[in-house]
């Protein structure tokens, strides 16, 4: 047996992690892709079997033959059914629909083939009148440059600056712009940690700066106003920017097991104003390499946010060893996302951070982080087999389907793309490929589908 669960992208980028779905017929504000031509009209009025106990007869159930493949809505098995089960259509099909927020932002369908008598113990059971699934949380490491040069537009100041203060510095930009992020309603239900370079006991090799400034150990849940303190006690100092020990302290803190929190999405986030220098490695490629290899090995991205002062080649370079996503040079209300780098890029161009810049990069960085990250729909009854479970992306959201192939991690992706498991023995979530996610990314109106198969079937 196949079920379809069908993530409207554009929703997802639009609620990020707050949404909060609906019950069962709750379409408002939107429309559904249920009767539409492109989806062949046959998801609002599958018929789905039902146990012997509550069907008429088994020849009943013979009437209808099973899906020939995972996307053949519009065949006449989906869309014809006689007997008992016909009249469950009404409640079937409003129970396949399930829409997030007021803007129909989550569409959810299901698309069960009829199955034999012989296995309605194992495969029945999957056939759900309802799907409940959410958009994965955020959990988020960011290291946020306090090095002298943060305070340049101050003249004889030693660049002290509480959260609300008025200084023009990138300083006092950047902590109002993330302590304002931190307390925003876009990052309900997130989580974060923050760090600090260069710190007193900072080193090269990343002790001190895996460790956070805020809170002392794991996350602060969001939205909230604790890390003000925090921010407050900082003051720019020092003339280097020791990137290698900053990086490094962002993978120690995601590579430790308790700080990778099943059925949620870990990135880091680096803000700096600077290129490498002082006695860590200025090696701009081997910065790269350390991001690259650790995304290889856990599939955890890192965002790099680059301020006036920073040369913006390398960050990109930094970045794409992050494995983070390409974005337009214009995203939200960010018009010049990608600085010196043309109309697409890796890292964010915040400029002197003065206005809502820093705090819209950290939105986009939310969206973009959690847009190609899905939680494993779970099933009513029966089990889910891992191995069975395809995923295809619909162009327009109407368009031809094209099928993802499942690769074994984040190591294992390719130009080619795919998607892959947070565990592949009992995975909560399912990530696309970077480049897989760049091609979701720039259509506004992609659709993402996940077919299940459930053991038995």
């Known amino acids: 047996m196949k079920m379809r669960v069908s993530f409207s992208l554009a929703a997802i980028l639009a609620v990020a992690c707050s949404s909060q779905l609906r019950e069962p017929g709750a379409d408002v504000g939107g429309s559904t892709d249920f009767n539409s031509a492109a989806d062949g009209g046959a ?15 088994d020849a009943t159930d013979a009437t209808t033959s099973p899906d020939a493949n995972a996307n053949d809505d519009a065949s006449t098995a989906d869309a014809t059914s006689s007997g008992s089960d016909a009249s469950t259509d009404g409640t079937i099909a409003n129970d396949a629909v399930v829409a997030a927020d007021a803007k129909n932002d989550i569409v959810f369908s299901f698309d069960a083939g009829a199955q034999s ?23 988020m490491y960011v290291m946020l440059d306090r ?43 997130n989580a974060a940690a923050i760090q600090f370079f260069p710190i007193a006991g900072g080193v090269c090799g990343g002790n001190g700066y895996s460790t956070p400034a805020s809170p002392s150990t794991g996350f602060r849940t969001l939205p909230t106003t604790g890390f003000n303190t925090s ?14 020990g900053a990086i490094r302290g962002i993978t120690g ?32 490629n ?23 002062g920073a040369t913006f080649t390398n960050l990109e370079t930094i970045a794409e060893g992050g494995g983070a996503p390409i974005h337009n040079d214009k995203v939200g209300t960010l018009t010049d996302a990608c600085g010196t780098n043309g109309n697409t890029c890796r890292h964010w161009n915040v400029g002197n951070g003065n206005g809502s810049a820093l705090t819209e ?6 969206k973009s982080a959690t847009s190609c990250t899905f939680a494993m729909p779970t099933a009513d009854g029966g089990i889910i087999d891992p191995n069975q479970v395809k995923v295809s992306y619909r162009p327009g959201g109407t368009g031809t389907p094209q099928t993802f192939a499942r690769v074994t991690n984040a190591a294992s992706c390719t130009s080619a ?19 897989t996610c760049g091609t979701v990314q720039a259509d506004s109106k992609a659709k993402v589908d996940v077919l299940l198969g459930c053991l038995g079937s």
């Open 43 to 57: 998801d609002a009025s599958t018929t789905v079997d039902l146990p012997d106990s509550m069907a008429a007869t």
């Open 147 to 189: 090095s002298a040069s943060m305070n340049e537009l101050v003249i004889n100041l030693l660049g002290d600056c509480d959260v609300g203060g008025a200084a023009a510095t990138k300083w006092c930009y950047s902590i109002n712009a993330l302590a304002d992020y931190f307390k925003s309603n876009d990052a309900t239900g």
């Open 361 to 366: 990069a950290l939105k986009q960085i939310q």
């Open 253 to 284: 803190f995601t590579s430790t097991a308790a700080n990778q929190r099943v059925g949620r999405k870990l990135i880091g986030v680096l803000i700096t104003d600077g290129d490498p220098t002082g006695t860590c490695s200025n090696n701009v």
């Open 286 to 308: 081997a910065l790269k390499g350390i991001l690259s290899t650790h995304f290889a090995n856990t599939g955890i991205t890192t965002f790099v946010v680059g301020m006036t």
């Open 231 to 244: 921010l407050n006690a900082q003051t720019p100092e020092g003339n280097d920017t020791p990137l290698e």
């Open 417 to 435: 793309g795919g998607f892959y498991y947070d565990n592949n023995m009992s995975p909560t979530s399912l990530t696309l490929c970077s480049s």
């Open 117 to 139: 008598d012989s296995n309605l113990n194992t495969d029945a059971a999957c056939a759900q009148t309802s799907v409940t699934a959410e958009a994965v949380p955020l959990d």
